[in-house]
């Protein structure tokens, strides 16, 4: 509980500082110097255009985005993938990986790694169908690029927790790993701090949420409100060394998640500032 109140407590001292612009020189992130980054998943803004996506990312000081297709169309010309990096670059923002991508037919899967080739990334969130898997292998080891699969919870039948996905991954290239969604992995009724030590080998990109609850009926909320223990997470985090992004998936209010993911944002920093 106190540490929770000193998390808070940060995140709401660097909002005053930032709105006030106390200091001289821009305000590097706690992150800064962290073996990990912290982004936002492309997801959070499902109701909401690119610029607002990139306003909102600016807002709250963080420059790396998974990409969703409903910014960027799998069908986009390369001439719109260029206009889409500019506007990126424009805005000090990196979009690291695309996804998620749901994959039912092998056409599908030569869909997405064809998209992400020409997007410039080396990094796809992907949910295929577990009859797939086979031909997944078989497009990692021709393109190169990681697999990340994302998992679901209960709320569909396949890749429902950590476990899962890597029972069905182990014996398969070391390319293809996980999504470690740490909100959903919870609502598995998992303990994501110890999935994320038992599977990191495997774990290539992380998304961030909190949960009202382990189970099913559990939901989505801020960051820090929920059951996940976030001060053990970031140092599990740190002990694994993961070198991936930690996405901020936001889905609460989705149509005005703004406040929202500003506290979270600054709920899951103050954690990595107040376990160093």
């Not at 396949?158 to 790993?177: C, M, Q, S, Y």
């Amino acid at each position: 509980m106190k540490l929770k109140v000193l998390t808070l407590l940060f995140a709401l001292t660097v909002s005053v500082c930032n709105a006030q612009e106390t200091r001289p020189g821009p305000q590097l992130p706690p992150e800064t110097g962290e073996s990990f980054k912290v982004g936002i998943a492309g997801f959070t803004f499902a109701k909401f255009d690119l610029d607002k996506a990139l306003e909102t990312l600016k807002a709250v000081d963080v420059h790396y985005l998974c990409i969703k297709d409903f910014h960027l169309p799998m069908t986009s010309s390369d001439e719109e993938i260029d206009a889409f990096h500019a506007k990126l670059k424009a805005n000090d923002v990196v979009g690291y990986a695309v996804g998620p991508i749901y994959m039912k037919t092998e056409e599908e899967i030569d869909r997405a790694f064809d998209y992400a080739k020409r997007v410039g990334v080396k990094l796809i969130v992907g949910v295929p169908n577990v009859e797939l898997l086979p031909y997944v292998d078989k497009k990692v080891k021709e393109y190169d690029f990681k697999f990340a699969i994302h998992l679901h919870g209960p709320d569909i039948k396949i890749f429902p927790d950590a476990e899962d996905v890597w029972n069905h991954t182990k014996d398969l290239d070391p390319r293809i790993g996980m999504c470690l969604d740490v909100g959903h992995d919870t609502r598995n009724g998992k303990d994501a701090v110890a999935d994320l030590e038992k599977y990191h080998t495997r774990v290539f990109d992380m998304h961030i949420k909190d949960v009202t609850a382990p189970t099913k009926l559990g939901y989505s909320l801020e960051v820090g409100r929920g059951v996940i223990d976030f001060p053990s997470l970031v140092k599990m985090i740190r002990k694994v060394d993961y070198t991936g992004v930690c996405a901020l998936e936001h889905e609460r209010n989705m149509d005005n998640p703004f406040m929202g993911i500003a506290e979270s944002v600054g709920y899951f920093r103050g954690v990595i500032e107040a376990t160093k």
